[in-house]
């Protein structure tokens, strides 16, 4: 079964810390996924990367940065968490050349 | 104007009645569209995906009109556990995911 695994659930962080947000795939998937969910505005990607080592910036990129160095694993890294980024995150997986995302169970961020 | 667009609803459906709902794109480009279903505080599944010729599994019947640029999700004989919010995703010429902020349904007993 296919697992997607997100570090935390539930996260609290204040203003001006640095945040780490790891994302794990068991499927072998290439291509792997970050996004952030607000109310109103849907899933926005914020990254995604198509093979270890590559990354591609997505609609919203700033303030974020990512990191692939293993292909079962793609970190989301809040250089200054802000309050602004505050959100639900989530990580999402598909093999290449096919169109269905498996999803991460989430991680709702608190900054204040 | 967002890329994707959907009645947030709430839709208040009785159970055993039918339920439809549409989303619209701006992106005539757009090339793949699916229906993904996200229960309350979990992560966003797969519903189905969307074709022109309209498509079905079980109860639920999608369709592509690619001319007015919307999809469309009917649900019919609604159970309490077709509740959830159901985005709308497409994705655009360059294979990029866009996703609707979702139509929320809510089946009564």
């Known amino acids: 079964d296919v697992k997607v695994t997100q570090s935390s659930r539930y996260l609290v962080k204040r203003t001006g810390e640095k945040v780490f947000l790891e994302c794990v795939q068991d499927?072998?998937?290439?291509?792997m996924f970050w996004y952030r969910q607000d109310p109103g505005l849907g899933l926005r990607l914020i990254y995604f990367?198509?093979?270890?080592?590559?990354?591609e910036k997505g609609d919203i990129p700033e303030g974020y940065s990512v990191s692939r160095e293993k292909k079962e694993r793609f970190s989301l890294i809040l250089e200054s968490a802000s309050t602004n980024q505050t959100s639900m995150y989530l990580c999402?997986?598909?093999?290449?050349?096919?169109?269905?995302?498996?999803f991460g169970p989430g991680t709702r961020l608190t900054v204040l | 104007r967002k890329e994707v667009e959907q009645d947030p609803g709430p839709f208040n459906v009785p159970e055993g009645a039918t339920v439809a709902f549409n989303c619209t794109y701006s992106?005539?480009?757009?090339?793949?569209f699916f229906w993904y279903r996200q229960d309350c505080r979990k992560e966003p599944k797969l519903l189905m995906s969307?074709?022109?010729s309209g498509n079905e599994d079980g109860r639920f019947t999608a369709q592509l009109n690619r001319a007015s640029q919307y999809i469309s999700l009917l649900i019919r004989d609604s159970k309490l556990s077709d509740s959830a919010t159901y985005l709308c995703?497409?994705?655009?010429?360059?294979?990029?995911?866009?996703f609707g902020a979702g139509t929320q349904v809510v089946v009564t007993p």
């Open positions: 992106n005539s480009a757009s090339q793949s």
């Open positions: 499927m072998d998937h290439e291509n």
């Open positions: 969307v074709y022109s």
């Open positions: 995703v497409l994705t655009d010429s360059w294979g990029k995911f866009q």
């Open positions: 999402a997986s598909i093999i290449r050349g096919t169109n269905t995302q498996y």
């Open positions: 990367s198509y093979d270890v080592k590559m990354k």
